[in-house]
């Protein structure tokens, strides 16, 4: 008989009371051995949050956090225990949690949908809602889709994206991103889209070569077959804060007019003020035809993302199958799209998406000199509160740190010590991204808040860089 290798025994977490549970997720030991829940990396310790208020969140043994990150995935833009967010959504509970939009339409969806029209660029007429950011990004690529076919353009199916990227962790949403550390487990399922390298100070500081890697693309997959340009106008954790210079992105709208290709921004993460602009459409010197959002619509109080279209894409569908793709059960739900109507009104009553442009320079500025002078730090760059903090092999202050180091993993967990929230990225095998931070505060954080995350920070890459340089054998002069 075969041996069949038994995995090690351990004690079955449903033979432990929950109270116990939780305490064994406290201390340091992989949540994966006291814990039900299904985590994401099994030999992580996951911190057991409790409540949040403002720019901070506490641990179950009462510890408290600076959120850089606004609940982790920058989704919490107006920051945690908003009250009259919460009576908001409480309100339109009691009125009318859930109707489905397959038959039946309700109010807020229809005010929602109205005043994102208003805010948007000039020209974006309709709204499609959905529970999230992968969700709104594959429904782009349908809609890209219908609305070719219904041009009868049939052939017209591919989608030409930056390879250094991340779209959300659905099928086709994979497809999009060319990095394969992500795709590789799951490549049957992944169509093969072209990917375009991003034009980096490092790689192609002018786009150039980005826009020849575009013609490259669409010569080799026949311009006639592609469907869309699909890409972050600024990007959030895959390269943070950074946008192609705009030689690119005047190049890429002519050929859009030249091939007749769509172009859909995510914005996922910068849509709804995360770059001091309602959208970040408006700060890219193209306008694409669709745009989604998620995360900032319902900051954090409720899974809502949304579709916008122009109407020229709109126009197609009416004048062609009168009918577009099939819905998720919660989208459009009375429930998310009156936290996102609450969301919007804080906005704006509170004036944040002005706020977060005004400070966020200086934002930048003051992470920038707290880190000058550590030689592992080659830039700090910004859009209102989405910041990048870039870092290099300090021995040339070029090449990236060598990967086995696990920088980005470090910093996170040592700041986290320090009772900071950050996220960091790790290099990516294609070579196109070292390690990088992401900083993004919530809108509504204290000038106390702000320092104190600056402080925190700083403390964290001062230990890192004397580590990594311990390690590199880095002899300062
Ligand atoms: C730029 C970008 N697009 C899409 C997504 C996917 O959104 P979701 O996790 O809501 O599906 C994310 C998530 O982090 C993102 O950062």
């Not at 208003?118 to 990004?137: I, M, Q």
Request: charged residues 25%.
């Amino acid at each position: 008989m075969r041996s069949v290798r038994q995995p090690p025994q351990r004690s079955h977490p449903k033979e432990r009371p929950y109270a116990e549970e939780v305490n064994r997720a406290r201390v340091a030991e992989p949540i994966s051995d006291s814990t039900r829940v299904l985590p994401l990396e099994l030999d992580r310790r996951y911190p057991v949050i409790v409540k949040g208020e403002g720019a901070w969140v506490e641990d179950a043994d009462g510890r408290r956090y600076l959120d850089a990150m606004s609940g982790g995935s920058m989704a919490a833009t107006l920051g945690h225990g908003r009250r009259d967010i919460v009576a908001a959504a409480r309100a339109q509970a009691e009125k009318l949690a859930y109707v489905h939009n397959e038959r039946l339409t309700n109010p807020a969806q229809e005010r929602l949908a109205h005043e994102l029209t208003t805010l948007a660029p000039e020209g974006f007429s309709r709204v499609r809602f959905v529970t999230g950011g992968a969700e709104a990004n594959e429904m782009a690529i349908q809609l890209a889709r219908r609305y070719h076919v219904a041009r009868g353009e049939p052939q017209r199916w591919q989608v030409i994206s930056p390879a250094q990227a991340y779209h959300g962790p659905t099928m086709a949403t994979l497809a999009l991103t060319g990095r394969p550390g992500l795709q590789r487990p799951f490549e049957p399922y992944l169509p093969r889209h072209p990917h375009i390298p991003p034009s980096t100070w490092r790689f192609d500081p002018t786009g150039q070569q980005a826009l020849d890697a575009l013609d490259r693309a669409l010569e080799a997959a026949g311009p006639q077959t592609v469907s869309l340009y699909f890409c972050e106008p600024i990007s959030a954790a895959a390269l943070p804060a950074y946008t192609p210079p705009d030689l690119f992105w005047r190049g890429l709208a002519e050929r859009r007019e030249r091939h007749g290709f769509l172009i859909a921004f995510d914005e996922i993460v910068t849509g709804m003020g995360r770059t001091g602009y309602w959208f970040a459409a408006e700060r890219v010197p193209v306008v694409p035809d669709i745009i989604a959002i998620a995360k900032g619509l319902g900051a954090g109080y409720a899974a809502i993302g949304a579709l916008l279209c122009r109407t020229h894409v709109y126009d197609a569908i009416a004048s062609g199958s009168r009918a577009f793709t099939l819905g998720h059960t919660w989208d459009g739900a009375p429930l998310a799209c009156a936290v996102g109507l609450a969301v919007i009104d804080v906005l704006r009553k509170e004036g944040w998406i002005d706020h977060v442009r005004e400070r966020g320079p200086r934002l930048r500025d003051q992470l920038a000199d707290a880190l000058r002078g550590i030689p592992m730090v080659k830039e700090v760059r910004g859009h209102g509160y989405l910041i990048g903090v870039e870092y290099v092999d300090p021995r040339d202050s070029v090449s990236f740190l060598p990967v086995d180091l696990r920088t980005a993993g470090r910093i996170d967990a040592v700041a986290f010590d320090r009772g900071l929230v950050t996220l960091s990225t790790m290099p990516t095998r294609d070579g196109f991204a070292g390690d990088q931070t992401l900083f993004a505060p919530p809108f509504t954080s204290t000038e106390g808040d702000l320092t104190e995350m600056v402080e925190r920070f700083a403390g964290t890459i001062q230990q890192v860089a004397s580590e990594v340089e311990a390690r590199l054998s880095v002899v300062h002069a």
